[in-house]
């Protein structure tokens, strides 16, 4: 595994090189804006706080002048859309600046709105991975690592697995079509990893580490 600065020139897009001869892309895919600043960013339920924050400042203004109650309650609107506005632009921009990569020999994450990295992570090193399904077809698919390398929460963030903080997990955030795409990252695990058997199952409690391996529950999402 390793991270790098992205600079201006890419072989491919998602890519700072050319691959090496015997790997070729298998999907690409980057996050839903929309569906990152409801589920990263939390923008659905700060409306609904603000809201309740606006009514409550309402009743308790109820007994003054119109003029008194308009003003201080468009000041408040203006400052919770101000705050709404600004995290949907940064939902806007991460999405945007990310794409997320699947050879047949690694899953490459570019991620950054401000310092943008590149992380490589060979499907060798990857030990397991999980699908959180999110309404409409859209889902999370966090990825377990092996050995002693980790990469810092915050240098993955909105990209990683919630609240692992002390364990963080790559994970690709809010995709279209999540249980193929993660049905197309269990097949090319297998095939870099071929005679080991492999997870169907979804997303785990945080404390527990995803793993390629069978499953008894069919009925779960599988990646």
């Given at each position: 595994?390793?991270?790098?600065?992205?600079?201006?020139?890419?072989?491919a897009p998602?890519?700072?090189?050319?691959?090496?001869?015997?790997?070729f892309?298998?999907?690409?895919?980057r996050?839903?804006?929309?569906?990152?600043?409801?589920?990263?960013?939390?923008?659905?339920?700060?409306?609904?706080y603000?809201?309740?924050?606006?009514g409550?400042?309402a009743l308790?203004?109820?007994s003054?002048?119109?003029?008194?109650l308009?003003?201080p309650?468009?000041?408040?609107?203006?400052m919770a859309?101000?705050?709404?506005?600004?995290?949907?632009a940064?939902?806007?921009f991460?999405a945007s600046?990310?794409?997320?990569?699947?050879?047949?020999?690694?899953?490459?994450m570019?991620v950054?709105?401000?310092l943008?990295?590149?992380?490589n992570l060979?499907?060798?090193?990857?030990?397991?991975a999980a699908?959180?399904?999110?309404?409409?077809?859209?889902g999370d698919?966090?990825?377990?690592?092996?050995g002693p390398d980790r990469?810092?929460?915050l240098?993955?963030?909105?990209?990683?697995r919630?609240?692992?903080?002390?364990?963080p997990q790559?994970?690709?955030?809010?995709?279209p079509?999540?249980a193929?795409v993660g049905e197309q990252?269990?097949?090319a695990?297998?095939?870099?990893?071929p005679?080991?058997?492999v997870?169907?199952g979804?997303?785990?409690?945080?404390?527990?580490?995803p793993?390629?391996?069978?499953?008894?529950?069919?009925?779960?999402?599988?990646?």
């Amino acid at each position: 595994m390793n991270a790098q600065h992205e600079h201006e020139f890419e072989a491919a897009p998602g890519l700072p090189e050319s691959l090496p001869a015997g790997e070729f892309i298998l999907w690409q895919g980057r996050p839903d804006w929309r569906v990152l600043a409801v589920q990263a960013l939390h923008v659905r339920k700060l409306a609904f706080y603000f809201a309740a924050m606006l009514g409550l400042q309402a009743l308790y203004l109820l007994s003054e002048p119109g003029a008194a109650l308009l003003r201080p309650l468009l000041t408040s609107l203006g400052m919770a859309l101000l705050a709404l506005g600004l995290l949907s632009a940064t939902a806007w921009f991460a999405a945007s600046s990310a794409l997320y990569t699947l050879t047949n020999k690694r899953v490459v994450m570019r991620v950054g709105i401000v310092l943008t990295l590149t992380f490589n992570l060979p499907l060798r090193q990857i030990a397991g991975a999980a699908l959180r399904p999110q309404a409409g077809g859209f889902g999370d698919i966090a990825l377990a690592l092996k050995g002693p390398d980790r990469i810092a929460w915050l240098n993955l963030w909105p990209h990683a697995r919630p609240w692992a903080l002390k364990n963080p997990q790559p994970s690709l955030r809010c995709l279209p079509h999540a249980a193929a795409v993660g049905e197309q990252i269990q097949s090319a695990w297998q095939a870099a990893n071929p005679g080991l058997p492999v997870t169907i199952g979804a997303l785990a409690p945080v404390a527990d580490t995803p793993r390629f391996q069978p499953d008894n529950h069919p009925h779960t999402a599988t990646v």
